[in-house]
């Protein structure tokens, strides 16, 4: 069983920052891509940031120059630097991992996780 767990959400002041981090546990033998994704209310789930296991990023255009996904320094984990937040960041920060090969029932297959949702409220 994988396990992606999350922490780092919290209640900040506009232009405030918070860094989420995101950590996979289990039978992993490899994560191709680790992300966030975010539940803003009366809005569908949205891509935030990914980053591939070879060091590629991707960026929601409204956090561009904003946020910067990394890999952690534990294997398996992710961070997400949040700076000059706005109001419209509040939502909750889900992390995902996508292509995770794990070694279930004596064979390995590819799986997708999401973790459990992080809050983060942006107060104006």
């Known amino acids: 069983q994988v396990q992606l767990v999350e922490s780092g959400g919290g209640l900040v002041q506009a232009g405030g920052s918070l860094r989420l981090s995101c950590a996979a546990s289990g039978n992993i033998l490899a994560i191709n891509v680790m992300g966030w994704h975010r539940q803003i209310p009366g809005k569908q789930r949205e891509l935030v940031a990914l980053?591939?296991?070879?060091?590629?990023?991707v960026y929601e255009d409204s956090v561009k120059g904003r946020f910067t996904i990394s890999k952690g320094n534990a294997k398996n984990s992710v961070y997400l630097e949040m700076l000059s937040l706005e109001p419209e960041d509040t939502g909750v920060y889900y992390c995902?991992?996508?292509?995770?090969?794990?070694?279930?029932?004596?064979?390995?297959?590819?799986?997708?996780?999401w973790g459990q949702g992080t809050q983060v409220t942006v107060s104006s």
């Open positions: 995902k991992a996508d292509r995770v090969i794990v070694l279930r029932g004596g064979d390995w297959f590819e799986d997708n996780y």
């Open positions: 980053i591939s296991d070879d060091g590629n990023t």
